[in-house]
Every structure is written in structure tokens, then in C-alpha cells.
């Protein structure tokens, strides 16, 4: 408990390597710990903001690394002790963002799926009848390659046209800008023909001149949708799935689930 810690990753590190360095900072009780989630893809190698003005990281991470050993390793002043235990990189925003805690603020927006297509901001009603399309794919530009040393440098550049295939939901113009710092999660409620399924959630970012950019994605095999508690050596701040045999169930067809991505 007496050991410091410095959880790292990126928005685009991976498959979920960023919600390991934020699974981490919950987790251990360790009281010097600090979690720093930066626009990078696996490796910290490159700014993958769609919205930057450079693609080399403008933040020294290596001076960040230095920092964090010269105040625990060589017991020198460098204000780290003084600073919020989390910082992140609001993308869009192209600006980093301090907070005391994960998730950063806990105020929530809740929409619900509706007719026509829509997200609405109350109950709406229906129900939509999707045929599974199993040669969709999300390309070669994904967070994913990074991790077989794909030499990615732009991410999902060809997301806009890819994502009108897919069932979609839209909500209304937001009447402010937001930030969404934490954890998108969607709750569907289906019924489906086969025994198992493989859910791809993704959340996009629509702009006032039309064109849409990924932000985030949800994967979940619908045989492992029973959420159960966090065990004691693992804490998290979305819902949690155990993914052991003992919490398997197949789909029957037909009969209405609900089923929670992240």
C-alpha cells in the first residue's frame, strides 16, 4: 500500500486498455496513485485526435514518467503531491481536464430508443425488426490494429459512410456543448432467432455541417449479459460482467431480453 502508482493509456489504446489503467486507479488502495488518459493510441505513440493540430504528442510523457519517479523514487518537490490524482484529454475540447476522482463528474444524461429512428429524452415506444448484416465491417483505420503494429495514423477517416449501414439513433441537437466524461452505457431490451449474438454498440459524434466521427464503441457477447457485482479485487465504474461459465446463458428464441453494453 505504500508503493506509488501512475496508470496510463490512451482513448484509442486498444481494446480496452484504458479501462484497465481506470479499473487500476479504482481498484488499489494504494494512497499515492494517479490515472492519466491521454489522446493516444497503444503506446501513447500518437495524438489520434481527429481534431488536433499535431499529430506527434504535444505532452511530454516521458517528462510525466520522470515527474512521478522524482517525487516517489528520489523524494523531490514537484508539485505532483499538490496536483488532482486524475487528468485526462477531453478530445474536441483539445484540452486537458483535472478531477478528484473517476468518473470525473457524476451527473448523467439518459435517452431512450424511439420510433423513426430517434433518441429521446422520455419513454418512447415500438419496437424495430433489424436483419443482421454479416458483412459489415469497421475497416482497416480501427483502435484495433495498432495492436499488431498497423502503422495507423488516422483513425476511423471513413467512419461516416460506414455507420449509414448500421441501425441508427439520433437524438436532437444538443442545445449546449458537453463533455462526456465516463461511460457510455446502453440497456437494450431484445428478442432474438439464434442462441447467442455478438453486440457492437457504437456511439457517434454527429457535427452542425453533417459529418459524423467515432468516439466510442461497446462489444458484448450476449451469452455473458448477466451483470453481477464487482469482485473485491476488481473495481469498476460501469456495470460489470464476470464472463465465467457459472454466469453463461444462451438466448431463447423469441423471448425478450435485456442485455447491457458498455
Known amino acids: 500500500s505504500d508503493v506509488a502508482v501512475l496508470s496510463v493509456s490512451g482513448w484509442m489504446d486498444g481494446a480496452g486498455y484504458q479501462n484497465g489503467a481506470i479499473a487500476r486507479f479504482l481498484t488499489l488502495p494504494n494512497r499515492?496513485?494517479?490515472?492519466?488518459?491521454?489522446?493516444w493510441d497503444h503506446g501513447a505513440r500518437i495524438n489520434v485526435s481527429p481534431w488536433r493540430n499535431a499529430e506527434l504528442p504535444q505532452f511530454s510523457l516521458d517528462g510525466e514518467l520522470l515527474r512521478f519517479f522524482d517525487t516517489y523514487l528520489m523524494g523531490l518537490e514537484t508539485g505532483l503531491s499538490q496536483e488532482a490524482p486524475v487528468h485526462y484529454f477531453t478530445m474536441h475540447a483539445e484540452s486537458w481536464?483535472?478531477?478528484?476522482?473517476?468518473?470525473?463528474t457524476v451527473s448523467t444524461r439518459r435517452l431512450f430508443l424511439d420510433e423513426g429512428g430517434a433518441l429521446s429524452t422520455?419513454?418512447?415506444s415500438g419496437a424495430d425488426r433489424i436483419t443482421v448484416n454479416f458483412g459489415f465491417g469497421t475497416g482497416s483505420h480501427t483502435r484495433y490494429g495498432r495492436l499488431a503494429a498497423h502503422d495507423t495514423r488516422v483513425y476511423y477517416?471513413?467512419?461516416?459512410?460506414?455507420?449509414?449501414?448500421?441501425?441508427?439513433?439520433?437524438s436532437?441537437?444538443?442545445?449546449?456543448?458537453?463533455?462526456l466524461a465516463g461511460h457510455a452505457v446502453v440497456t437494450l431490451?431484445?428478442?432474438?432467432?439464434?442462441?447467442d449474438a455478438a453486440l457492437h454498440v457504437f456511439l457517434s459524434e454527429e457535427e452542425s455541417d453533417g459529418s459524423v466521427r467515432y468516439v466510442t464503441e461497446g462489444v458484448l457477447r450476449a451469452?455473458?449479459?448477466k451483470v453481477a457485482p464487482c469482485p473485491q479485487n476488481y473495481r469498476a465504474s460501469w456495470p460489470y460482467h464476470s464472463c465465467n461459465r457459472s454466469d453463461a446463458a444462451s438466448l431463447v428464441s423469441g423471448r425478450l431480453e435485456e442485455v447491457v453494453v458498455v
Open 157 to 170: 477517416d471513413d467512419w461516416q459512410p460506414r455507420e449509414t449501414t448500421l441501425p441508427c439513433y439520433r
Open 122 to 124: 422520455s419513454p418512447g
Open 32 to 39: 499515492n496513485k494517479h490515472l492519466l488518459l491521454g489522446p
Open 223 to 225: 451469452l455473458h449479459r
Open 172 to 179: 436532437q441537437p444538443l442545445e449546449a456543448p458537453i463533455e
Open 97 to 104: 481536464r483535472e478531477a478528484a476522482q473517476w468518473p470525473a
Open 189 to 195: 431490451h431484445l428478442a432474438a432467432s439464434e442462441p
